[in-house]
């Protein structure tokens, strides 16, 4: 090749080209220009590497080695430099270095128009692969990285539930990790996972973090679970809508201020989820029914309040039990109207009337008595828990 001489004379000016390149790039790309970032040394040390592969192409006419070039996309990942100015800090290198090409060939008589021509094809053929092999190598660093940071966040998310965070520095040092504020109020989610490995929040962090509320998350086989800073005035309704519409069954703790008690909202969290139906999306507060709670705190002793109170409904054929069941579950959610329970379960009013009063004669409590009204709610909540029976009647639709 005709630029052959040209380009070996270039070589032997080689520290000289890199440090003026890198010189170059400092002053037309400004994320380069930060010392803390890319110190000038290894900006240097790069601008001669990647030169010295480029100026070989043209003395040996063999095909440079971009083993430079990915080495830099991986460093520049690692630094934080954007993918864009390391290209553009690329192309300020090409340009710099065919102009020194295009500079020496004048001292040379052999080098005709046509050979630099044919150069300049070359050389931006040359930036194509040197391109291409950066931001690769850019990818995936940047993949590598934030699956890393992924898994130092989850492990911290986790220390958090856990309680493995016990001094009040850790603990302040973890939050700002973590993107949260030091201070409460905070929150505790627990969501169920329909599937394994499935993700019944997709993009909550995402989503309320558009709306000014921080959170922190982290996807068990069994539960999605997340942490809520709620000192957005609008929190607890810009949460509840958030939850609302991605159709989960979610469980939300009572506030709290001090992440000490993480692991304990945490429980509470999930212990409204508990409290849900099993077969039926929503999103249960912990505040908003403190019996059900309670219920579901103690489940062998739930399953056993079921039985005491609904015990001569539960061995009635299925079909009735689940009319009966039904019908007494839709009363209490109408608030005791019979005419609105009837509503939704497409049946007339006396019906309703009737079906419970066959309820109070089986069990032998009256609803109008208000000690036996709370047991006959407490129990329908305990059904939700116990195993084969929950759910029959007390949520669903029909007559």
């Not at 009319?323 to 939704?344: I, P, Q």
């Not at 009204?373 to 669903?396: F, I, N, Y």
Request: aromatic residues 6%; proline residues 6%; glycine residues 8%.
């Amino acid at each position: 090749m005709s630029l052959t001489e040209v380009s070996g004379a270039l070589r032997a000016r080689l520290p000289e080209l890199g440090e003026r390149m890198a010189l170059r790039i400092r002053a037309e790309v400004e994320a380069y220009a930060d010392e803390s970032l890319i110190s000038f040394a290894s900006l240097r040390d790069s601008c001669g590497a990647n030169a010295d592969q480029l100026l070989g192409r043209f003395a040996r006419d063999a095909e440079p080695d971009v083993r430079p070039a990915e080495r830099t996309g991986r460093l520049r990942a690692e630094q934080g430099v954007p993918l864009a100015d390391t290209l553009h800090a690329y192309r300020i290198g090409f340009e710099y270095l065919w102009a020194r090409l295009v500079e020496e060939a004048q001292r040379h008589p052999e080098v005709t128009d046509a050979h630099l021509v044919a150069g300049s094809s070359e050389i931006w053929a040359q930036f194509g692969r040197y391109a291409e092999a950066v931001a690769a190598a850019y990818r995936e660093a940047s993949a590598d990285l934030a699956l890393q940071r992924e898994a130092r966040r989850s492990a911290l998310v986790e220390a958090l539930f856990t309680g493995a965070l016990a001094e009040r520095t850790t603990l302040w040092e973890t939050v700002r990790q973590l993107g949260l504020p030091e201070r409460g109020p905070y929150a505790v989610v627990a969501a169920s996972v329909p599937d394994p490995g499935g993700e019944p929040l997709p993009g909550i962090e995402a989503a309320l973090r558009r709306t000014g509320v921080p959170s922190a998350w982290r996807l068990l086989p069994g539960e999605q679970i997340g942490l809520l800073a709620l000192a957005h005035p609008d929190a607890g309704s810009l949460t509840h809508r958030a939850l609302t519409h991605r159709n989960a069954r979610v469980g939300v703790s009572p506030r709290f201020d001090s992440l000490r008690d993480t692991p304990q909202a945490l429980r509470f969290a999930r212990l409204a989820l508990a409290g849900l139906p099993a077969d039926a999306p929503g999103v249960a507060h912990f505040d908003d029914s403190p019996l059900a709670m309670l219920v579901a705190a103690a489940p062998a002793e739930a399953a056993r309040l079921a039985e005491v109170v609904l015990g001569p409904v539960l061995r009635l054929p299925a079909a009735e039990r689940t009319r009966l069941l039904r019908t007494l579950g839709h009363w209490f959610s109408a608030g005791g109207a019979a005419g609105e329970a009837a509503s939704r379960l497409f049946i007339h009013p006396n019906t309703v009337r009737y079906r419970l009063r066959r309820i109070e004669k089986l069990t032998g409590r009256s609803l109008a008595e208000p000690a036996h009204l709370a047991d006959l709610g407490t129990a329908l909540h305990a059904l939700r828990l116990v195993p084969g029976v929950a759910g029959q009647g007390v949520a669903g639709q029909g007559s």
